[in-house]
């Protein structure tokens, strides 16, 4: 089907749309199917005796040590349950260094021998799995040909009913482990790197006269995301391969006018945006809110706060949720971070906070915030982590897809600064010369329309040209890209948070000892820490070119590119503090960086492959018959004595030069010999694949703009990003 027939077809399929009746029936209002598929903990209270629903709920709420002698009564309990909402098959589900969710299906019933089976689940099954660790990435922490790992059954995050058409499944979230207990995946450095700082965030809060319970992270992950209608998505090769365009040219009209920013949603998309909604409800996935992003085609949904953990989780459901929906409504849902060159790429802003349920957030900062001296301290350890950590949270964000878009105007700048707002900076420049004794208060906005009312304004903008921005109740991280599990940010900012916490716990705790008022143990601390690492916090343009020179002055490191920032994992700065709190010993921090690499060179290898076969196979076959339709309209004309131009000839045969040179030089880039070693292979994609790649795309580019539309065989800009 030409690129012509696939526009029309397109378009006849949106004409066609009817979008469901209704989403939600009389009898599945939101709120009443909210977490139907989840063994949540009312249905535990119900369905578990007393004692083991207590011992369950003391390791969730409370961190306690899991009772093993409850796992055969919780997985009596779960099975039954799944029985009853359908489930056929139980999976362990885990989180592999693929970025990806993993699951292997077992069923629930066993043959008896009487020619009947029986449902079986238990305790130890649930606890405890084997799935294949060989072909999952690890770093060197496996041998190929070793294929035993672990997962083992994570009862902080529940389990939940994934429906099917062909049958339903129990699902288990679990950590994936190696034979020797090293992790193999996302979940467990994310409840490791909880762990450590949940330990010193109580000691801080015991200073100040608490007696609490476990401190956790929470997490509020806003997720971006395009979507193009599926006929065009699968005529694309670099989208179905690469998940970006590696060739095409600006439309006419992009997002230049600001009118898709918070316009109405097309209907189309809104009937998947309700679908979508349905089946997260119903897994206890808390949507909040969706809109139109800044670029033509791109939406966002952002759920509320949750655990770091179950965040984290969720966020993986949400993506597969999406993925196969958008099936349903034709369309394919995109979350790479720049699916579409001269538009706005995607992000995941991972919204971070700490607290309890006694306490609430503790990144509160109250109106008079100079007079809160518990929330100084917890924002005093946030400043202290970003300085002197920022290079890991520049790598925990590093990817080959995430470096078309970090420093362009959708995104914030390679640069780690914080953004504090007017008043949290007004009150830090006081500490650093003394006690705060004020704080900017809020204004008021007068419209100066008399049926409307005096609106209240917060004493700060927000920035979002900044990488970590203080957004009223929370840290907000805006590098992470819309492709990866938000567990990475998530593990650093953790770790990171757990050595400030210490280091301020220990200072303090030495202070009082040795007598020192606490008040005036707390200003000398939040006076040093902002002297000493004040340098971070930047309220200005991100954006702006002097800010990479003022950066600079700063000792601020500007890690532009992957390759650059993901050496920071094995300093010997970042090993010691990922093992001093046991979130990765030495072989793990090295198996992450040496799965860095090899992500970066296989992500660019497919490609640079797919671009040379587009190129040879599609592009170029489409210039030359557009050329030799030139030339034999030339000839044409001149054996009929016309006097013609050539110049048009001309135009499309230097291009066309140009992109069998170019499609040559990528074919000897891609066949040249590189060294064995990961670092080698990322940094032969990055010097000698991504430049050849970019002059086939050039090439290419200029023909599309001249070719005739019914000969160019690849949906275009115009109708990926506008026909929905």
């Known amino acids: 089907m030409s690129g012509n027939s696939v526009r029309m077809q397109a378009i006849r399929d949106v004409e066609a749309y009817v979008p469901p009746a209704a989403v939600f029936t009389e009898s599945e209002e939101p709120g009443e199917i909210f977490g139907e598929n989840v063994f949540s903990q009312t249905v535990m209270q119900k ?107 994570d009862v902080t995050s529940p389990a939940y009913v994934l429906e099917n058409p062909n049958g339903n499944t129990l699902c288990i979230p679990t950590v994936f ?66 998940g970006r365009t590696l060739f095409g040219t600006k439309p006419p009209k992009g997002q230049e006018f600001d009118d898709h920013y918070f316009g109405a949603i097309p209907e189309r998309v809104l009937g998947f945006m309700m679908d979508t909604e349905r089946e997260l409800f119903k897994l206890g996935i808390p949507a909040k809110t969706r809109h139109n992003e800044v670029a033509p085609g791109q939406f966002e949904i952002a759920p509320m706060f949750e655990r770091g953990n179950i965040a984290a989780d969720h966020q993986q459901l949400l993506m597969t949720t999406f993925k196969s929906i958008a099936k349903k409504h034709g369309m394919e849902c ?116 008399d049926t409307l009312p005096v609106l209240p304004t917060d004493p700060g903008d927000r920035n979002r040209t900044s990488p970590f921005a203080f957004t009223g109740n929370r840290f907000e991280f805006r590098a992470p890209g819309s492709m990866q599990t938000v567990s990475g940010p998530m593990v650093t900012i953790n770790t990171i948070m757990a050595d400030s916490l210490d280091y301020i716990a220990t200072k303090l705790e030495a202070d009082v000892a040795a007598g020192t008022d606490f008040d005036e143990a707390v200003q000398a601390l939040l006076t040093e820490i902002i002297t000493e690492h004040g340098a971070v916090v930047f309220n200005g343009d991100g954006y702006a070119d002097a800010w990479p020179v003022e950066a600079e002055k700063r000792g601020l490191a500007n890690l532009k590119t992957t390759l650059d920032a993901l050496p920071e994992l094995i300093t010997p700065e970042a090993l010691e503090l990922f093992e001093k709190y046991h979130v990765f010993n030495h072989r793990e921090m090295h198996s992450r960086y040496e799965i860095g690499l090899e992500q970066y060179a296989l992500t660019i290898g497919v490609e640079a492959r797919t671009t040379l076969e587009m190129g040879t196979t599609i592009v170029l076959p489409a210039a030359v018959r557009h050329q030799t339709e030139i030339a034999l309209n030339i000839g044409a004309l001149k054996g009929a004595g016309v006097e013609t131009d050539i110049a048009p000839l001309t135009e499309v045969s230097a291009p066309i030069a140009e992109l069998r040179s170019a499609l040559a030089a990528l074919k000897s880039a891609l066949a040249e010999e590189v060294g064995h070693s990961a670092l080698a292979e990322a940094e032969h994609a990055q010097k000698s694949l991504l430049p050849a790649m970019n002059a086939v795309r050039a090439a290419a580019d200029s023909l599309e703009e001249i070719i005739a539309d019914d000969l160019w065989p690849l949906p275009t800009y115009q109708e990926l990003l506008f026909v929905l």
Not at 113 to 141: H, I, R, Y
């Open 47 to 153: 369905r578990l005796p007393k004692s083991v629903y207590k011992s369950v709920m003391a390791t969730i709420e409370h961190g306690a040590k899991l009772d093993p002698l409850v796992a055969d009564a919780v997985a009596s309990a779960m099975k039954d349950w799944a029985l009853e909402k359908g489930a056929t098959h139980y999976a362990h589900v885990f989180y592999p260094l693929t970025g990806l969710t993993a699951e292997k299906h077992d069923s629930f019933f066993e043959p008896t021998g009487d020619g009947t089976a029986l449902a079986e689940f238990a305790g130890k099954t649930l606890v405890q799995g084997e799935p294949d660790a060989s072909s999952f990435p690890n770093g060197g922490l496996r041998n190929t040909f070793e294929a035993r790992g672990y997962t083992g059954w």
């Open 334 to 449: 995109l979350f790479h971070e720049k699916p579409f060159q001269g538009v706005n790429g995607s992000g995941k802003h991972v919204n971070f906070s700490l607290g309890n349920s006694q306490l609430g957030s503790l990144l509160v900062p109250g109106d008079t915030p100079h007079d809160n001296a518990q929330f100084l301290v917890f924002c005093a350890a946030v400043i202290r982590a970003v300085h002197k950590y920022a290079g890991l949270l520049r790598a925990s964000v590093a990817s080959a897809t995430n470096d078309h878009r970090l420093g362009a105007n959708e995104a914030p700048p390679a640069i780690i600064s914080i953004f504090l707002g007017d008043q949290l900076a007004d009150v830090f420049e006081q500490i650093a010369k003394g006690p705060a004794t004020s704080s900017k208060g809020k204004g008021s906005m007068v419209i100066g329309v």
């Open 177 to 242: 482990v190696s034979m020797t207990g090293e992790a193999l995946d996302h979940k467990t450095p994310l409840l490791r790197s909880q762990q450590a700082m949940g330990e010193h965030a109580v000691r801080i809060l015991k200073l100040f006269g608490h007696t609490p319970g476990a401190v956790v992270s929470f997490c509020g992950p806003e997720q971006e995301y395009f979507l193009v209608d599926r006929h065009f998505f699968l005529a694309r090769p670099d989208l179905m391969n690469a």
